[in-house]
């Protein structure tokens, strides 16, 4: 586990809220130094902290309204399907998201689509495709996100950590 400090905590306050802030904007709202800003930002990357900075566009005014979860319970006959099906997802154009899960359902999967005969359009060619995988599946609609949360306030403050000049 990587330890960070408050002052790492503030900036990633702020890059949650917007990823795309400067430097210098981002040493401005901490009071943090700026080249403290670019090492720590450089040292939370390299650590795996930070994995990617992203935009979450909106479905609905992209042209897509139905944005929907679609659980799976796989049965694998062999990694080479599983694999198969992993790499299907992965480029799909209509599947934003793809992960394994524990527990029933193995796979969960969002797909965006324009309407409700393209989703299943979309729903019915993965099923046949991997029919021989797919045991059952689940689908429920997304129909308007409450909270997205950035786990920062989830992330425990090393008091003890040696401080680096700000």
Not at 37 to 45: A, P
Not at 105 to 121: C, H, P, S, V, Y
Request: net charge positive.
């Amino acid at each position: 586990m990587i330890k960070l400090d408050k002052i790492d905590k503030r900036i990633l306050k702020v890059l949650n809220k917007n990823a795309r802030k400067s430097i210098a904007d981002i040493s401005r709202e901490t009071g943090i130094q700026r080249d403290s800003v670019m090492y720590r930002i450089k040292r939370m990357e390299e650590e795996k902290v930070i994995i990617h900075h992203h935009t979450i566009l909106n479905p609905n005014l992209l042209g897509h309204p139905i944005y929907s979860f679609v659980t799976f319970e796989l049965s694998y006959l062999s990694e080479d399907y599983k694999n198969k099906l992993l790499s299907y997802l992965k480029v799909h154009k209509n599947v934003t998201y793809v992960a394994k899960m524990s527990g029933r359902w193995d796979l969960t999967i969002n797909i965006a689509a324009k309407n409700l005969m393209e989703f299943d359009a979309i729903i019915t060619d993965i099923r046949t495709r991997f029919s021989q995988i797919i045991k059952d599946y689940q689908a429920a609609s997304i129909i308007e996100e409450i909270k997205y949360d950035d786990m920062v306030d989830l992330i425990e403050v090393d008091e003890k950590k040696k401080k680096v000049s700000d």
